[in-house]
């Protein structure tokens, strides 16, 4: 079974830029979610996908970030304008329903 | 606001020994999720705990959770140089649809040496 995909794997860009971050969740799992980890810290929620409705982006600084899920698969987040705050792992997990959730490889993100 | 609390945040251990990992949380939840990961890689989902009293095994890790205590237990028995890793533990929230927004514990680095 595939697990999560996730690209870039990389990616250094300047603050004030935009970024985009793409993810392939496991086959049949309906629930998506994005994190964000950064270093020396746990992953934090940023947003839940249910199909390609959203069930909680009460963390996402929505000034700045954007995702979607539009035909319930695989899914964008997008950081525009980027600060250097926003230095982190983006991971990608997916679920079937309340079990366990699959961790995809991680974008790792500088911004300069 | 959901918190979650791990100790120790830092465990250097002697092969073979025993010890174990908290984790305390701070509102009412039913479940608890077990991480590892290893450095510059994602996370691996170590044990999915679903009630009150949940024990699971998996080689030389033991993982538990008291619910009411609101707490879960991550036992290493023998420890050996491969379960090297940072460990989290994760918790979301009561019912309904927020079983996927997980809090996670800042996380303990195990490092087992000879």
């Known amino acids: 079974e595939a697990g999560v995909a996730q690209s870039p794997r990389y990616k250094i860009i300047e603050k004030r830029q935009s970024v985009a971050f793409w993810c392939n969740p496991i086959?049949?799992?309906?629930?998506l979610y994005w994190y964000q980890q950064i270093l020396g810290q746990g992953p934090k929620l940023l947003i839940q996908?249910?199909?390609?409705?959203?069930?909680?982006d009460s963390q996402l600084p929505k000034d700045r970030f954007s995702a979607e899920r539009l035909k319930g698969v695989d899914s964008t987040l997008k950081i525009q304008p980027a600060k250097l705050e926003d230095s982190a792992v983006y991971l990608c997990?997916?679920?079937?329903?309340?079990?366990?959730?699959?961790f995809g490889p991680g974008t790792r993100l500088l911004v300069l | 606001e959901l918190k979650v609390e791990q100790n120790p945040l830092f465990l250097s251990m002697q092969e073979g020994k025993n010890y174990t990992i908290y984790c305390n949380y701070s509102?009412?939840?039913?479940?608890l999720y077990w991480y590892r990961q290893d450095p510059g890689k994602s996370l691996e989902s170590l044990f999915v705990?679903?009630?009150?009293?949940a024990v699971k095994q998996e080689g030389r890790l033991m993982a538990s959770l008291d619910t009411k205590a609101r707490l879960s237990t991550l036992h290493i028995t023998a420890a050996v140089h491969d379960l090297s890793a940072t460990y989290f533990c994760?918790?979301?929230?009561?019912?309904?649809?927020?079983?996927?927004?997980?809090?996670f514990g800042q996380g303990t680095i195990l490092t087992v040496h000879p």
């Open positions: 997990a997916s679920s079937l329903g309340a079990g366990a959730q699959y």
């Open positions: 086959s049949g799992h309906a629930t």
């Open positions: 996908f249910q199909n390609n409705g959203v069930v909680d």
């Open positions: 509102t009412t939840s039913d479940r």
């Open positions: 705990l679903l009630s009150n009293g």
């Open positions: 994760a918790v979301p929230p009561a019912g309904g649809t927020s079983y996927g927004k997980l809090t």
